[in-house]
């Protein structure tokens, strides 16, 4: 492997691209985000893709050894094509990688974006030592990956991983996927709001004062504040958000037998706020043995996980065969 080698991670998100450089280490030589603008079409986004890849090329002077690309929705990865995307509502079994390919003239890999961070993480960020890792990315919703034997397990079609899917309540919250109770209805920023309407009365007039924000907007940023305030409410809805984030854990680890987790996510910020709660719930759901077992690992890699993942996703490409795992 020359020292220039390197491959092209995109991490297309609804309202930002983000691209970089990856080398054979993982680490990201140059990166760049632009806005995705309101043109949501594919032939737009392929455009746009295509563009930053070539600006990418461009600055390193030279052809990308491997071109991945994360896009968020349902991806039939081994198919190349996008089912449907919640961020792309145009798009209905979109062949992008044959696009993507043509625009460029180079072969492309696409996966789902939440897969591509996962991968990431998982090669080159917190996992790097583990064989079998869960990755949770805690935000609106929660993104998932799973890594097991060292491979992305991707089910059939591209349908693993949709952990925030889990039901936790059988007839709780409903969830934008039609169900109802699913982890990301708790376990995510709107989980406060939804602990908070079940407080006492009396409890959550105060928590709304003082936090100066309507029930229903009781982001995670306000109550880490409270928290760290010393607000004893919110110090107790931070560790039920906790202990739900752990029966979701708790039914991954029972089914697949995985004890590292890595969560990341802006919610990271608040760790000792929840994961106490988290791993006393996740072990009291799941056998005492787990207990010396159970990792839990913050995200390393922030927003390059998404870019770093895509560049990896290329198996065969020989540019990244230091990072897989034996
Ligand atoms: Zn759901």
């Known amino acids: 492997?020359?020292?220039?080698?390197?491959?092209?991670?995109?991490?297309?998100?609804?309202?930002?691209?983000?691209?970089?450089?990856?080398?054979?280490?993982?680490?990201?030589?140059?990166?760049?985000?632009?806005?995705?603008?309101?043109?949501?079409?594919?032939?737009?986004?392929?455009?746009?893709?295509?563009?930053?890849?070539?600006?990418?090329?461009?600055?390193?002077?030279?052809?990308?050894?491997?071109?991945?690309?994360?896009?968020?929705?349902?991806?039939?990865?081994?198919?190349?094509?996008?089912?449907?995307?919640?961020?792309?509502?145009?798009?209905?079994?979109?062949?992008?990688?044959?696009?993507?390919?043509?625009?460029?003239?180079?072969?492309?890999?696409?996966?789902?974006?939440?897969?591509?961070?996962?991968?990431?993480?998982?090669?080159?960020?917190?996992?790097?030592?583990?064989?079998?890792?869960?990755?949770?990315?805690?935000?609106?919703?929660?993104?998932?990956?799973?890594?097991?034997?060292?491979?992305?397990?991707?089910?059939?079609?591209?349908?693993?991983?949709?952990?925030?899917?889990?039901?936790?309540?059988?007839?709780?919250?409903?969830?934008?996927?039609?169900?109802?109770?699913?982890?990301?209805?708790?376990?995510?920023s709107h989980g406060f709001s939804v602990f908070a309407r079940r407080l006492p009365e009396a409890q959550r007039t105060a928590l709304v004062a003082a936090a100066g924000a309507p029930e229903g907007e009781l982001t995670p940023e306000i109550m880490a504040r409270l928290a760290d305030e010393g607000n004893a409410v919110a110090q107790e809805l931070w560790e039920e958000w906790g202990r739900y984030l752990g029966v979701g854990i708790a039914t991954l680890v029972n089914t697949l037998g995985v004890m590292t987790f890595v969560i990341g996510g802006g919610i990271v910020r608040s760790w000792d706020k929840f994961i106490g709660a988290a791993r006393a719930s996740a072990l009291s759901h799941t056998y005492p043995r787990h207990a010396s077992e159970l990792v839990f690992l913050k995200a390393e890699l922030g927003d390059d996980a998404g870019i770093v993942g895509a560049a990896l996703l290329e198996r065969s490409s020989s540019i990244m065969a230091g990072r897989r795992i034996p």
Request: charged share 20%; net charge negative.
């Open 1 to 188: 492997m020359s020292a220039a080698a390197f491959a092209i991670g995109v991490d297309l998100g609804g309202t930002n691209l983000r691209a970089g450089a990856v080398d054979a280490s993982g680490a990201v030589l140059c990166r760049r985000s632009v806005p995705v603008g309101a043109d949501k079409s594919a032939a737009s986004v392929v455009r746009l893709v295509a563009a930053e890849v070539r600006a990418i090329a461009d600055e390193l002077a030279g052809t990308p050894a491997a071109i991945g690309c994360g896009i968020p929705g349902i991806v039939d990865a081994a198919g190349g094509i996008v089912q449907a995307s919640p961020h792309f509502p145009l798009w209905n079994e979109e062949p992008m990688r044959e696009r993507i390919s043509a625009a460029l003239s180079l072969p492309v890999t696409i996966d789902n974006d939440a897969n591509c961070h996962a991968l990431g993480e998982a090669r080159c960020g917190a996992g790097r030592w583990h064989r079998n890792v869960i990755c949770l990315t805690l935000g609106t919703g929660i993104g998932g990956g799973l890594i097991l034997d060292g491979e992305l397990f991707r089910g059939d079609r591209g349908y693993a991983g949709e952990v925030g899917h889990i039901v936790v309540e059988p007839e709780g919250e409903p969830c934008g996927c039609g169900g109802r109770g699913c982890l990301e209805q708790y376990a995510a």
